[in-house]
């Protein structure tokens, strides 16, 4: 049963139990002496009775206020817990959008992060992959660009005689103001081979690129490789700051500025070693393995393009009676005269080549067989001439020459080289100090009347 109902009836039992002693007592003969006078209308009792109600009902009232007051404060209470519950429930939805958030960020930075990394793979490979220094200038500026787009930022590459280092791209603001060339002298980074990162004092700098007056900050790295200074990466802002990239960007620019200076001197290294074996170290001219390159690249160019390419092979004279003359330091001076005046008097495209000992071998692409008989014999007048009075030569050195021509004897290298060879055996035997031609008929070496044929050069033999 309710509370309040229990309360009600235990007040009416009051009450009603009040009543019956008080009747039984005749205790209302006195009361109704100073109230009112209800025996008349039998209502003797009535105001006992009354008091006895209100009694009942005060108390009753004041059980129910107990009993409101409990509930009340149980409900502040409750309240009180659930407006708890609430701020723990809004802290915990705060702290959940913050880690959210947090997570979002993380994720973002993560995003770019992999990206970065990816974007330093692609260029690794791209880089491995370039054959030229053009290539390799330009994949380095691309993948520089992809990883700080959002800088002022120049690149800068040597030229092959690392003498000056010129703009080889730039992006951001004001990129057109950036100076086209550095100088050694001019660049702290080159002279130092270390990065430089100046936000205030610019205006000390002896780079142009820095002493501009609106410029505040500059961060410049070498790209390097062992002490080879191949470029600068220059950033600047006209803010001030005091880092202009993350610490991890940072590292990450100076990671990849090695790695681009590494391909760099791979490339260079190559270059060298390609030169070294193709060159012939006494002369510097072309050794047979770089004239087989040329001459296969002359023969496959003049067959699609429909010209005439001759071949020569020269031969010095008597050189074993030379050398066990004047000895074999004065042998190797003659021998560069030779290969120094033939290349003078060479056309640009022309290839001149130390085929071996004292052979060389002339690629005259474009030239008919009658133009390159000429050519030889003029040749051979010259070294003939100028090696009397050059004090590189002990005495007059006259030279043999066969020529062959592509494609009407032969046209593979192989059978050029060895149709020149054999009109040269022709030339030794018909005397030296002349020229004589292929010629692709049952005679193979074709008389000296003939046009383009062999000739013998009206030249003085040399004893
Ligand atoms: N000094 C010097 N001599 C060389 C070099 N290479 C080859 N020779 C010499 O060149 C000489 C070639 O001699 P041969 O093949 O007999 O021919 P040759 O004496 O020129 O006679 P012909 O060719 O018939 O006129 C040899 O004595 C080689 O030692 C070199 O690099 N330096």
Known sequence: MKKSVSDFLIAIGVFLVANFVAVLSGFNEHWVLWTSDYSAVGLNELP????????????????????????????????????????ERKLAVEQAQVLSETKNEMLEYEYLRSKKLQQVRMMSDALAAASTLDE?????????????????????????????WALAGAWGEHKDKVYPNVKLEE?????????????SNTQKMLCDNANLTTIKSVACYPITCHEMQFGVL????????????????????????NTIGLHFNNAQLRTELSMASNRDELTGLLNRRGLGNTLKRE??????????????????????????SFGHQEGDKALKFVAETLAKNMRARDVVA?????EFILVLPNTSKIIAYKKLKMLIATVAKDSEISPDCKRAITLSAGIATCPQDKNSEEALIKSA?????????????CVMAYKAASTKVSAAKQPAAVSIIPTKQVK
Not at 303 to 322: N, R
């Open 234 to 257: 220059h950033i600047r802002s006209e803010r001030l700051t005091e880092s202009l990239l993350s610490k991890e960007d940072e590292q990450r620019i100076i990671a990849v500025c």
């Open 136 to 164: 390799l200038q330009e994949i380095s500026v691309k993948y520089l660009k992809n990883l700080i787009p959002d800088h002022t930022v120049a690149v800068l590459f040597a030229n092959k005689a690392f003498e000056n």
């Open 299 to 324: 023969v496959t160019t003049s067959g699609q393009q429909g010209y005439e390419v001759t071949v020569a092979m020269i031969d010095i004279d008597h050189f074993k009676s030379y050398n066990d």
């Open 187 to 199: 660049c702290q980074v080159l002279q130092q081979g270390r990065p430089y990162i100046d936000s």
């Open 354 to 358: 130390r085929y071996g000992g004292e």
């Open 421 to 433: 060879d054999l009109a040269l055996y022709a030339a030794k035997k018909r005397g030296r100090n």
């Open 48 to 87: 006992v009775a009354l008091a006895f109600l209100s009694l009942a009902l005060a108390w009753y009232a004041w059980r129910r206020l107990q009993d409101a007051n409990a509930s009340h404060q149980e409900l502040s209470k409750i309240v009180e817990q659930l407006s708890e519950q609430v701020e």
